[in-house]
């Protein structure tokens, strides 16, 4: 068929009016759907959206305007908030390890041509959409009725939820691991532990640390959230300067300046270790 035949021009031109009827008709859906959310969101709303709108800077002026004039206090308000950063820090380390490790275990079990019971993959996968669909703060909240507040409640929770997001990462970079190291040692009698000590963990290590790194940063951010809910950390002192109003602003702008500083130097330092470890794992791919 030559490229100047009329039926496949105009074959061509109906696929392109086809594209742009679907595209605006998801375009004037997807309008409808802001319209009416926003309407109904703003109905729900205790004040009107638009009446309160030239207020929005109102509160962060009162708060800066009050740190500002107690700036002399706000050294000692970094020191104070040091250790609840500390143990932020802590639930999010402790959680991504053992979200990591366990969503390692997941993810072998849920990776077609690795798992030992193959008929059982989907039931770890449908595991683990549950994990990863369940918000930490709403665990957490539940795990706070169950076990009081405090650090390990929001430890647990956010460790459950790695579970499930870290499995999917992993499991899909086992998927693309080239499955001749593993045949080898099969060949030569290795087990199925062995099989994936030697014949797949090298090959994944490099990008499974790099999204262990990446969630370790997410962490830090969901156990400060989760100390608005009672689970500890600088984000339950973060709460509790803000419930009490004035007189305390300096003290939010101090932990909320020591969060943010925190969270850029973990993000640029991981960022450079995420960076050099896929650099390396393709390093050594190019070897072998």
Known sequence: MSLTDPNLT??????????????????????????????????????????????????PAEIFSEAFAKWQNLPSRFIDAVPA???????AAVSTVVGGIGAMGLAVLSTRGLAPWPRLIPVFRRLMDVMRALPEIVTALVL???????????????????FG??????????????????????????????????????????????????RFEINIR???ILGFVGAGGIG?????????????????VA???????????VDTISDKARSR?????????GRL
Not at 85 to 91: A, K, Q, Y
Request: proline share 2%.
């Open 10 to 59: 105009e074959s061509y031109l109906a696929m392109t009016r086809r594209k742009r009827l679907y595209g605006g008709l998801i375009l004037v859906v997807f309008v409808a759907l802001m319209a009416s959310g926003f309407k109904v969101a703003d109905a729900r709303n205790a004040g009107g959206f638009f009446d309160g709108l030239h207020r929005i800077f109102d509160f």
């Open 85 to 91: 950063l500390i143990e932020t820090l802590n639930v």
């Open 144 to 162: 706070i009725y169950l076990l009081g507040g405090g650090p390990v409640a929001g430890m647990a929770a956010i460790t459950l939820h790695c």
């Open 165 to 214: 997001a870290l499995g999917k990462l992993f499991s899909e970079v086992a998927e693309n691991a080239d499955l001749k190291p593993v045949e080898g040692l099969q060949s030569v009698g290795a087990n199925w532990f062995q099989r994936i000590w030697l014949g797949v963990l090298p090959q994944v290590a490099p990008n499974w640390s790099s999204y262990a790194l990446l």
């Open 222 to 224: 969901a156990s400060a």
């Open 236 to 252: 339950y002192d973060l709460k509790t300067a803000l419930q009490w109003g004035q007189g305390r602003y300096d003290a939010v």
């Open 255 to 265: 932990i909320f300046a020591l969060l943010f500083l925190t969270i850029v130097a």
């Open 277 to 285: 470890l896929v650099r390396g794992g393709k390093l050594k791919e």
